[in-house]
Structure formats: structure tokens, C-alpha cells
């Protein structure tokens, strides 16, 4: 079992920045991809980020790329989400996920076995 708690979220202006955490417990953190979702009111969850296990491999939907960029520190059990240049259609929960294949990094959410509550992100126009 892996519990995850994302940490981070608010509301700022169109253009402004935000870094999401989400902090793991439970099993070790090593052993998994990470993945960071979003989810806008009336629209389906999609794939924002991932990063494999080292940190090595980082994919990003084209929507955030040049954007965001994820990280981890395997130290602190610890996936970050660096948001700037926040747009109004950024709004949406953000959820971080874990997948427990390490290496590779899938962008659907039945691939992901642990999911944290999500936290709201706003940006306003």
C-alpha cells in the first residue's frame, strides 16, 4: 500500500507559477513511477506528467509542455509538479498517482494503482 497526499495547490493569476508536492508513505517510493493528472469539471482525467523511478525519463502532455516540469526526491518519498506560466485552462484538481512499474511511464489512469485526494488548482484570467 502507497498513501499520497498532494500539497500545493491555490488560485493565482494567469501567468503566475505554483509548485505542487505530493508526499508518499507506505511502501518504498523507489519502486514506483509517478504520475501527476488533472481534472477539469465535466471533463474526463488526463495525464499532465510522469516520471520514472531514477528520475531518468520524464514524458509531458503537449498541453503543459515547456511549462511544467515534474521531479522527485526519492530521499523525502517526494514527486513535484513545477507549474509556470499558469494559464485559466489549467484549472482543475490535480492528482498524483503511482503506477508499480518503474521504468516506464504510462499516461492512462487504469495503469496507476495509487492515487492521492487532489488538490485545486486555479488560475485566473
Known amino acids: 500500500q502507497v498513501q499520497l497526499v498532494e500539497s500545493g495547490g491555490g488560485l493565482v493569476q494567469a501567468g503566475g507559477s505554483l509548485r505542487l508536492s505530493c508526499a508518499a508513505s507506505?511502501?518504498?517510493?523507489?519502486?514506483?513511477?509517478m504520475g501527476w493528472f488533472r481534472q477539469a469539471p465535466g471533463k474526463e482525467r488526463e495525464f499532465i506528467a510522469g516520471i520514472s523511478w531514477s528520475g531518468g525519463k520524464t514524458l509531458y502532455a503537449d498541453s503543459v509542455k515547456g511549462r511544467f516540469t515534474i521531479s522527485r526526491d526519492n530521499a523525502k518519498n517526494t514527486v513535484y509538479l513545477q507549474m509556470n506560466n499558469l494559464k485559466p485552462e489549467d484549472t482543475a484538481v490535480y492528482f498524483c498517482?503511482?503506477?508499480?512499474?518503474?521504468?516506464?511511464?504510462?499516461?492512462?489512469?487504469?495503469?496507476?494503482?495509487?492515487w492521492g485526494q487532489g488538490t485545486q488548482v486555479t488560475a485566473s484570467s
Open positions: 507506505g511502501r518504498a517510493f523507489s519502486n514506483y513511477a
Open positions: 498517482a503511482a503506477d508499480y512499474l518503474p521504468w516506464v511511464i504510462f499516461t492512462t489512469v487504469d495503469a496507476y494503482d495509487y
